[in-house]
């Protein structure tokens, strides 16, 4: 792959330093709001429910991952203030966990969309197959794909620098990065905004006072999606086209190639932050948390009432709009109760 940046723009070894310095504050300002957020979500779940109802152990899960993949930013800023000196090792063990946690958070948040969509249209169908065992069988299916997909990262990880990624040959960089951006993306991101907009197109069949907060929070899903993810993916695209264009002109290439280093130089730290926005958008989305009693009376009003309730509940509800505003956990506290 090309790397004359010079060539392109005089002034771009100072573009690139501005860019390491923005991403320092993009990955120091996702450590510290992320960490916390997600171990709240992780004590929350673990200390008052002993037997969680599967999307509840999904965002569990979500935050697990994006816990994960926050506990490694240290080491990611001290490799951008110089030389990689932790060794090979640690170096490619780092590459592999925060690849398979992003994979992994990237599986989890498509899931719980199309079990969003599901719960909606059909939310008896979801309480006879979607149970708690079925949901940790999927996710240990889902973690055991994530890590999978995460391991051809440790093969391309330059030792040296960590940050940086060597390929063997053009072919080898053309099949990783599309299939990092496909799998991770593109897929993904498709399902999540056919999801979305089917759940919102439901919505507004719905009288339901919360139906309008509910419409709100499926939008933010697939903006800040688009947000976090959308800028990497476009670096890699731009590093695809550099490599397919580099032996027809010399002078797109060197602008490719400058752009994919300084664009995946901001974007990586964007993905990051999309691992603290999640707490917020799934575990403190629900109104009136503090008349809840904080994060500990959350989930009974985030999730589905009849996974809390049990199926006795469910059995005793019309298939009609109340199931439907229940399965998206439209109902307002007072009622949730």
Known sequence: MSSDQSSADPDSPIALSVARQVACALLSLAFAVGVPGNLAVIW??????????????????????????????????????????????????????????????????????????????RPFHLQRWWHLAGARRVLVLLWVAALLLAAPATLTADPSHCLQRQFSSSQQLVTLLLLETVVGFVGPFTIIAVCS?????????????????????????????????????????????????????SEPVTWLDYAADVGHSISAPLAFLGSCINPLLYAFAARRIARAGGLAGLFARMVPSFYCDGARQVASQ??????????LGLNSPDSAS
């Open 44 to 121: 929350t779940v673990c200390r008052r429910m002993k037997a969680p109802p599967p999307t509840v152990l999904l965002i569990l899960n979500l935050a697990a991952a994006d816990l994960l993949a926050l506990l490694t930013v240290p080491f990611w800023i001290y490799a951008l203030a110089g030389v990689w000196s932790l060794g090979p090792v640690v170096c490619r063990t780092l590459v592999w966990l925060v690849n398979g946690s992003m994979f992994s958070g990237v599986l989890i948040v498509t899931l719980l969309s199309s079990e969003r969509l599901v719960a909606l249209a």
């Open 197 to 249: 907009a089917c759940v919102r197109s439901h919505l507004r069949k719905l009288h339901h006072p919360g139906r309008r907060r509910a419409s709100r929070i499926v939008t933010a899903v697939v903006v800040v999606f688009a947000v976090c993810w959308l800028p990497y993916h476009t670096s890699n695209v731009a590093a695809v086209a550099s490599e397919l264009l580099e032996a027809s002109s």
């Open 318 to 327: 019309s298939f009609g709009e109340s199931a439907s505003g229940q399965a």
